[in-house]
């Protein structure tokens, strides 16, 4: 960029406050946020299209928790897909016989 030309990037505008970077770190700050942010809606589409698809009146009967959990799933499939169900269930009939055994030893059978 030369000197006296606007910049017109976000890279120049970050290149131009560099210098400032102590007297400015509000701005700064702003700059390298707006170097984060996502360029495509695409993602909060995919969700929206997900809740639609997931919250359909023959639900209406499943708690709001399964709901929110299933939007999750469908969101996030690529990390779900990845996820070993046998090993998910496995762990959940343990949480199950710990729960199990404890209640027992409070509430004793006669």
Not at 11 to 26: L, S
């Amino acid at each position: 960029m030369q000197e006296g030309e606007k910049p017109k990037t976000i890279q120049q505008i970050g290149q131009f406050f560099q210098p400032y970077e102590t007297a400015f770190p509000k701005v700064t700050g702003l700059y390298k946020t707006a170097l984060t942010i996502g360029t495509s809606s695409a993602t909060v589409e995919r969700a929206f299209s997900s809740v639609t698809r997931i919250l359909r009146p023959t639900r209406v009967s499943m708690t709001h928790d399964r709901k929110e959990d299933l939007v999750i799933l469908s969101v996030h499939r690529d990390i779900s897909a990845s996820l070993n169900v046998n090993e998910i269930i496995d762990a959940s009939l343990q949480i199950r016989k710990r729960w199990d055994t404890r209640r027992s030893a409070k509430f004793p059978t006669r």
